[in-house]
């Protein structure tokens, strides 16, 4: 059973993954907008993958015998002055969700609440994989620069981008293998 400080924070956490999912998803759609697809592609994959973040926070706090509680998850953004700002954008958004992530993994161990440290672990990781893609990306468009053929060429290698559910996450009524 969590505690109720360690429910009401996962429970913060599990509304914070959908902000990043309405987040990216807005992007996507403001790369749509301005006839960038692979860039659009990159974001709506994003914003799945943050989807199911919350779908593991989702879980957890249920397979725990408590139960989540949605809040109203506020607008994002829908505009940036460049592909570049949105990518920062992006950026600093992963930096801050790993700190979130941290203060979580902090009071776990404050709590002595093992299950949930070591649930945590998965996100600790997953946040290193988040700030390292997305940074690479805005180095990237900061040696680009102006360069349109170097956006149309990163475009199309973004728009490679596939999504993979994590296996044991809830999808469609039913755990991924």
């Keep these: 059973m969590l505690s109720d400080k360690?429910?009401?924070?996962?429970?913060?956490?599990l509304n914070a993954e959908l902000y990043s999912s309405y987040l990216y998803l807005s992007m996507a759609s403001h790369f749509k907008k301005i006839g960038l697809p692979g860039f659009a592609r990159w974001m709506e994959v994003q914003s799945l993958e943050e989807l199911t973040h919350a779908m593991?926070?989702?879980?957890?706090?249920?397979?725990?015998?408590?139960?989540?509680?949605?809040a109203p998850v506020p607008g994002p953004p829908s505009t940036w002055v460049s592909p570049l700002a949105a990518f920062e954008n992006a950026f600093q958004h992963e930096v801050k969700v790993s700190g979130l992530i941290n203060a979580l993994v902090n009071l776990a161990m404050e709590q002595k609440d093992h299950a949930t440290n070591n649930f945590l672990?998965?996100?600790?990781?997953?946040?290193?994989?988040?700030?390292?893609?997305?940074?690479?990306?805005?180095?990237?468009?900061?040696?680009?620069?102006?360069?349109?053929?170097?956006?149309?060429?990163?475009d199309r290698e973004l728009g490679q981008r596939?999504?993979?559910?994590?296996?044991?996450?809830?999808?469609?009524?039913?755990?991924?293998?």
Excluded: C
Excluded at 56 to 70: E, H, M, P, T
């Design 162 to 177: 596939t999504f993979t559910v994590p296996p044991g996450t809830t999808v469609l009524g039913g755990k991924a293998q």
């Design 121 to 154: 672990q998965w996100f600790v990781a997953e946040q290193v994989e988040e700030e390292a893609s997305t940074d690479a990306i805005v180095q990237k468009l900061k040696l680009i620069r102006d360069s349109h053929g170097g956006l149309f060429m990163l």
């Design 6 to 13: 360690m429910e009401k924070a996962l429970n913060e956490q």
């Design 56 to 70: 593991k926070f989702f879980d957890y706090v249920g397979d725990r015998g408590q139960q989540a509680i949605l």
